[in-house]
């Protein structure tokens, strides 16, 4: 299997970091937490110009017609850069109505960046039937930038009918400001008090796209996070190249070269190891290292623990070792 980028994903992942580096600077990053915001709208308008949030969307639907790859590569800029904004949670909204064949007029806004969406993936949405309506209830969790979404994207389990993808408007729920360690995004509680639905309103009663959202936001998570990483070492590299002790800088030192190759090798502690090179600065609040390592905290917990993970990857490596040229079936009949 070939995992180098072709030149368009090369050229993709370098243009959104340059955008990411005049329009994201950790300045902004801090000014959007200290005032409450959820995204910044000249970031939002470039990005949705340089077209991010239609990635994935076929391009008969006003998208780029490219998949989850090229949107794991935003996302990983979008992590160096500590962005905020429901960039990927609109993608991947777009994304699931496109693939469920509904509300193309939906698709093409949320390609165009004119309307956003939030995923309410988490936490728990009952929804009963009263007549031809479908009644929500419950509390959906850490749900990045609900407060400024135009729509939300909530995963509801109904009575003998187990789980679906719904839209709701935004005005139909109440939200509640959630404190967490990540001070680049905002994070909501939304809750739901018998908010009425009717079919039009149903994304998918497909459980396996139910689990492939799922999926897809661990994957772009992972994605987020390793971008966080490579942000990391990159600070650390800077800062040992001109923190001296004893009269040399500190990456002379061999102790500091040894992390920095583990760091450099796999990025696979990165967080922990970054924080302990940079010594009592990277403890301080001025120092952008925190903003980081939040953000990375809270990537952590949000689909689950990694082990979960782990032993998903190891069934699934096993069943294509036993089934080989059948990877595609094999995933699909995994996932549902």
């Not at 995963?155 to 959630?178: F, Y």
């Not at 922990?272 to 609040?285: C, N, P, S, V, Y």
Request: with cysteine.
């Amino acid at each position: 299997m070939d995992f180098e980028l072709t030149e368009e994903q090369a050229a993709l992942r370098e243009v959104s970091r340059g955008l990411l580096a005049v329009n994201c600077p950790p300045q902004l990053v801090r000014s959007l937490a200290s005032a409450g915001k959820d995204t910044d709208d000249k970031l939002w308008q470039r990005g949705a110009e340089l077209g991010w949030i239609g990635l994935a969307v076929p391009e008969e639907l006003d998208g780029a017609g490219q998949g989850v790859v090229e949107l794991c590569l935003v996302a990983e800029e979008l992590g160096r850069a500590a962005a905020p904004g429901p960039f990927l949670d609109s993608a991947l909204t777009a994304l699931a109505l496109a693939r469920a064949g509904r509300r193309a007029e939906l698709v093409g806004s949320l390609a165009a960046g004119e309307v956003t969406a939030s995923l309410a993936h988490h936490g728990a949405v009952f929804g009963s039937r009263d007549g031809d309506e479908l009644v929500l209830s419950g509390r959906a969790t850490a749900v990045q930038a609900a407060a400024s979404a135009d729509w939300l994207l909530v995963t509801v389990s109904v009575d003998q009918e187990g789980r679906r993808l719904v839209l709701v408007r935004r005005e139909l729920v109440r939200v509640e400001p959630r404190r967490t360690l990540d001070e680049t995004r905002r994070w909501y509680d939304v809750i739901l008090d018998g908010v009425r639905l009717s079919d039009a309103d149903n994304v998918t009663v497909d459980e396996a796209e139910v689990g492939w959202l799922a999926d897809a936001g661990a994957v772009l998570t992972a994605a987020d996070s390793l971008g966080v990483g490579e942000r990391l070492l990159e600070m650390t590299v800077g800062y040992v190249k001109v923190r001296e002790q004893f009269g040399r800088p500190i990456g002379s030192f061999q102790s500091v070269k040894h992390k920095l190759a583990d760091m450099l090798t796999t990025l696979k502690g990165a967080r922990a190891e970054a924080l302990q090179t940079h010594g009592g600065i990277g403890f301080t609040w001025e120092h952008d290292l925190h903003l980081y390592l939040r953000r990375a905290k809270v990537n952590e917990v949000l689909y689950g623990a990694a082990a979960e993970h782990y032993e998903r990857l190891v069934e699934l490596r096993f069943l294509v070792a036993m089934y080989p040229g059948e990877e595609s079936s094999l995933v699909r009949r995994h996932d549902g």
